[in-house]
T-cell receptor, first 110, second 119 residues
């Protein structure tokens, strides 16, 4: 399983764009990169997934360079409600076992 | 219905008690998961069921006994737990693809969890 490394914590002011980078140096050819968000005492919630280049949905963008050894989750104009832990996961389809890394605790400041 | 439900929400039990956690989904998912999450730590995978059969057991102590009576239900039976087993227990489900090739990782839908306290 590809191991992931993320910053333990980040602070951001409301309205700013936040970029959280995840390193996954031993990512396999079949692996996808997935990000989850977790609020205290709740289950994680899927945010976005990608394989290469850039993926965008209504809540975030995911940038993946050509070598795929890292990825960056971009949250545009964060609000206080975006305060949460963000997990980067790497895994392949048809393979159910994934490992959550330590996650990045994002604190949005008014 | 895109929801995973878990009951009870909170559970307090003694070390000699027997209790069960329940999880239910009606999304037609054929893979279901149990995770354990300690405070300020990431979720740790415990068990995975695929098509109602146990496919992954992450060396979990036998005092935790999973059961998948049908494709919508997942139970976790608890017996003779220790105080260090106190944690948030999360259930999740996903579609289950068994074909090979670089298909996307199956998004897991998580329930709200059961907060377990062992006295």
């Amino acid at each position: 399983l590809a191991k992931t490394t993320q910053p333990i914590s980040m602070d951001s002011y409301e309205g700013q764009e936040v970029n959280i980078t995840c390193s996954h140096n031993n990512i396999a050819t079949n692996d996808y990169i997935t990000w989850y968000q977790q609020f205290p005492s709740q289950g994680p919630r899927f945010i976005i997934q990608g394989y290469k280049t850039k993926v965008t949905n209504e809540v975030a963008s995911l940038f993946i360079p050509a070598d795929r050894k890292s990825s960056t989750l971009s949250l545009p104009r964060v609000s206080l409600s975006d305060t949460a832990v963000y997990y980067c996961l790497v895994g392949a389809g048809g393979y159910q076992k994934v490992t959550f890394g330590i996650g990045t605790k994002l604190q949005v400041i008014p | 219905d895109t929801e995973v439900t878990q009951t009870p929400k909170h559970l307090v039990m003694g070390m000699t008690n027997k209790k069960s956690l329940k999880c239910e989904q009606h999304m037609g998912h054929r893979a279901m998961y149990w995770y354990k999450q300690k405070a300020k730590k990431p979720p740790e995978l415990m068990f995975v069921y695929s098509y109602e059969k146990l496919s992954i057991n992450e060396s979990v102590p036998s005092r935790f006994s999973p059961e998948c009576p049908n494709s919508s239900l997942l139970n976790l039976h608890l017996h003779a737990l220790q105080p260090e087993d106190s944690a948030l227990y999360l259930c999740a489900s996903s579609q289950d693809f068994t074909s090979g090739g670089p298909i996307s990782y199956n998004e897991q839908f998580f329930g709200p969890g059961t907060r377990l306290t062992v006295l």
